[in-house]
């Protein structure tokens, strides 16, 4: 059974309008019906899912590759997505298709440059490891265990033990542990326009002084008393035309010192 899905105008044409679809995938049993439905759900949502892939290239895996780790990230998300819960497929779709992308890298391209005898000793350790874990109660397995164990000798271990390290570096792209697509650089800062202000301060303040005092009584009163150029105008006893005047020639006279260096 064919199923036509209304669309909206989109900048990539890759956010399909299937809320009502999703709504009906999830009142389906599972059937023939239902896995129709769903692999349209995933041919609409395709191209989106491309686009997160194309972010990542360049990084040692191929474009191809990347595009069929994204549409695993996807299929996980269609399967997985429970519009009940009042969000967005799109807002849930996004960091799962990205984790999945991410975990492709972690556990399949070496950061470093490793030779193939030391990529051996460490999936020998890696899986001697994980088998003791199950027999010591939770507890690591010391290196002599894993040794006696993987029948390697104690510096095979420790080289294997050290390749695990080389495997993945910390990125800023990676997603931080118990978030939803979180990465480290969403955490980063960005630059402070107040230490912008206080430079332009602390360059202008000997210029300042330098004007007369009427000039700096009147930038006083107008940046830092809030005053119109009439208020002042009636306070000191001249005209707004005047002042205005007076404004911009501080204005000119400070800018050329300030670029000049001449205070």
């Not at 399967?79 to 960091?95: I, K, Q, S, T």
């Not at 199950?134 to 510096?155: C, F, H, K, N, V």
Request: net charge negative; proline share 5%.
């Amino acid at each position: 059974m064919r199923t036509t899905v209304r669309t909206k105008q989109h900048p990539h044409d890759d956010a399909p309008d299937t809320a009502e679809t999703f709504a009906r995938l999830a009142r389906l049993p599972d059937g023939p019906e239902r896995r129709s439905l769903r692999d349209e759900l995933v041919r609409l949502w395709l191209p989106m899912a491309e686009r997160i892939a194309v972010r990542f290239r360049g990084r040692g895996e191929s474009l191809e590759d990347l595009y069929q780790v994204a549409a695993l990230g996807l299929v996980k998300a269609v399967d997985h997505y429970d519009p009940d819960r009042g969000r967005a497929f799109e807002a849930y779709a996004v960091p799962t298709i990205t984790g999945e992308i991410k975990r492709h890298f972690r556990d399949h391209m070496w950061t470093l440059h490793v030779p193939r005898r030391v990529q051996d000793l460490r999936n020998r350790v890696r899986h001697a490891a994980k088998d003791l874990a199950q027999t010591t109660s939770g507890r690591a397995p010391t290196l002599a265990e894993i040794a006696e164990y993987a029948q390697m000798t104690e510096d095979e271990v420790r080289t294997g033990m050290e390749a695990l390290e080389c495997f993945s570096a910390l990125s800023l792209e990676a997603e931080m542990p118990g978030t939803d697509g979180y990465a480290l650089e969403d955490a980063l800062g960005d630059p402070d326009p107040g230490y912008d202000t206080v430079l332009d301060r602390v360059a202008v303040a000997p210029c300042l002084r330098a004007l007369p005092e009427r000039e700096r009584t009147i930038l006083y009163l107008r940046f830092f008393g809030g005053m119109t150029q009439s208020s002042i105008a009636e306070q000191l006893g001249i005209s707004q035309m005047h002042v205005s005047r007076l404004l911009s020639g501080c204005f000119e006279r400070l800018r050329e010192e300030i670029a000049t260096g001449t205070h």
